[in-house]
């Protein structure tokens, strides 16, 4: 199977917002709402008797409909044409208004990446139609906190991105705090934070409420309590703890179930462990003897199929099958050399999203084969994956991707 490389080595690294736009800590989410443009996308584009149309020759409905679709690497360049250009394209919280409101919806890949020799943490921004990059305001957040112990979820139909807990390096100190960035308005505020400082916990969406679970609290010891924020209310509530404290390698909904696993770790002195929340009846149970000792890596939900790429097996790709209690593996060549560990992955509908080292990117297309069957007595792959690797500026050599969320707008 071929190969599809896209070069991007050449393409600078945009802005995707004001770079001014800082976080204030009193910034409430009814004042910012009334801040924002009307959604009738008309209205703040309905010329006056003096000015020209935003296209010469066509409605403005229609060419409207025309600039919302420019990428916005193009903005800087086309905001000059005219007076009204410049409104729509220089404000990238009414631009992405106005796509909302007019039905457009494009998938940013967003990565917490860190710098490997100052530890600076940064997102950086990936346009998925486009391919290319992209930076929004800074997250505020303590300087010495560990990448990895945020637990980051992603509401695509919001638009919008979580932030929740962590740890501070030095101390060994969970937080409590919950960070929302909002892709509409291009910028973070401070949640509600959660009733449990926590880090290194599974973390998931279902129903449009966030559920978290497990972690470390403070002198490492593992938690078994979970809880579920309502993002509109703002309001976390305690829902039935998991039944044994453990803290989270990875997590997964699937069929509106949250799966938790602690992972595998060297040496093996024990089975790894694992438990699934049923919110509809607030009940954890364990997980399949079978489902935990496969689950050897990071994974994404396809077609309600536990997909993982695994850390022990030359990074290939393996699928559970939840009716036959198994685990196979999926057919196709491997994953591009040049992603290493550690990595960060997500889900594009039947895509998945790698970004390693460096911040190098492959997308994993995957399709069922023809034919192909399930069951125990079924020999072939159910599935099938090819990579496309995706290049990027040299200037990201020296980052580390710790999460991925994929957003819609």
Not at 153 to 164: F, R
């Amino acid at each position: 199977m071929r190969r599809v490389r896209v070069s991007s080595h050449q393409s600078p690294v945009h802005k995707l917002g004001d770079s001014q736009m800082k976080l204030t800590p009193k910034f409430r989410l009814a004042a910012a709402a009334s801040a924002l443009p009307s959604p009738t996308p008309s209205s703040d584009f309905e010329p006056s008797s003096w000015e020209t149309p935003l296209i010469p020759g066509l409605p403005d409905d229609a060419a409207l409909n025309c600039l919302l679709r420019l990428p916005v690497e193009a903005h800087e360049a086309c905001r000059l044409v005219c007076r009204r250009w410049h409104h729509l394209l220089a404000d990238k919280a009414r631009f992405f208004t106005q796509r909302k409101a007019m039905g457009f919806r494009s998938p940013w890949l967003f990565t917490l990446a860190f710098h490997r020799c100052t530890g600076k943490i940064q997102w950086k921004v990936l346009d998925l139609n486009h391919l290319t990059w992209h930076t929004i305001p800074t997250m505020p957040c303590r300087d010495r906190a560990c990448p990895g112990g945020f637990g980051c979820v992603a509401i695509p139909s919001d638009g919008t991105l979580l932030v929740c807990g962590g740890l501070v390096s030095d101390m060994d100190c969970p937080l409590h705090l919950v960070l929302k960035y909002d892709i509409y308005k291009n910028r973070w505020t401070v949640m509600t934070r959660m009733l449990s400082a926590r880090s290194f916990f599974a973390g998931g969406v279902i129903d449009g409420q966030v559920y978290v679970a497990g972690g470390y609290s403070t002198d490492q010891f593992e938690l078994n309590s979970a809880e579920v924020l309502d993002p509109v209310k703002g309001v976390w509530q305690p829902v039935a703890s998991m039944g044994m404290n453990m803290a989270s390698s990875d997590s997964a909904v699937i069929s509106g179930r949250l799966y938790v696993t602690e992972g595998c770790a060297w040496p093996f002195f024990s089975l790894p462990r694992g438990q699934v929340y049923d919110p509809k009846i607030d009940r954890w149970e364990a997980m399949s003897v079978v489902m935990r000792e496969g689950w050897t890596g990071l994974s994404v939900v396809i077609d309600e199929r536990l997909f993982v790429i695994s850390e022990y097996e030359r990074m290939k790709v393996k699928v559970y099958d939840q009716e036959t209690d198994s685990w196979d593996s999926v057919n196709g060549p491997p994953m591009p050399e040049r992603i290493m560990k550690p990595l960060s992955v997500s889900c594009l509908d039947s895509k998945i999203v790698v970004v390693g080292r460096g911040l190098q990117v492959a997308i994993g297309h995957v399709k069922r084969q023809p034919g192909s069957g399930s069951g125990a007595n079924n020999t072939s792959s159910s599935y099938l994956i090819c990579w496309q690797d995706v290049d990027v500026p040299r200037t990201f050599s020296d980052l580390t991707p710790s999460s991925s969320q994929i957003l819609h707008a």
